[in-house]
């Protein structure tokens, strides 16, 4: 498993992105993928997650309905989409694969890059 995350930017408060997370090495359509952010000074954390065949989908409470993920294992892609932007979401977003989908960094393997997302009020 190699993962790339991109689809990160600078977006007004308010606005949308949507994350893409893709293995290049094709083999992580067996692995539950989460997405973890990080903020300057803070530690990383969970934001969502999603079990190795779409079945199954975790969020931190502080999404409230603002972020989906979503898996294509045909495509070998997972997305995560973002609405209603806060301030507060500006961070770095990581997205990682392991066996289950749960919430804790120690529960994922394999981890990609980050990608970068700014709100601006």
């Known amino acids: 498993v190699q993962l790339q995350a991109s689809g990160g930017g600078l977006v007004e408060a308010g606005g949308s992105l949507r994350l893409s997370c893709v293995d290049s090495?094709?083999?992580?359509?067996?692995?539950?993928v989460g997405w973890f952010r990080q903020a300057p000074g803070k530690e990383r954390e969970f934001v969502a997650a999603i079990s190795w065949n779409g079945g199954s989908t975790d969020y931190a409470d502080w999404v409230k309905g603002r972020f989906t993920i979503s898996r294509d294992n045909a495509k070998n892609l997972v997305n995560l989409q973002m609405n209603s932007l806060k301030l507060e979401d500006t961070a770095v977003y990581y997205c990682?694969?392991?066996?289950?989908?749960?919430?804790?960094?120690?529960?994922?393997?394999?981890w990609g890059q980050g990608t970068q997302v700014t709100v601006s009020s």
């Open positions: 990682a694969a392991g066996l289950r989908s749960v919430p804790q960094r120690s529960g994922y393997r394999y």
């Open positions: 090495r094709r083999t992580f359509s067996n692995n539950a």
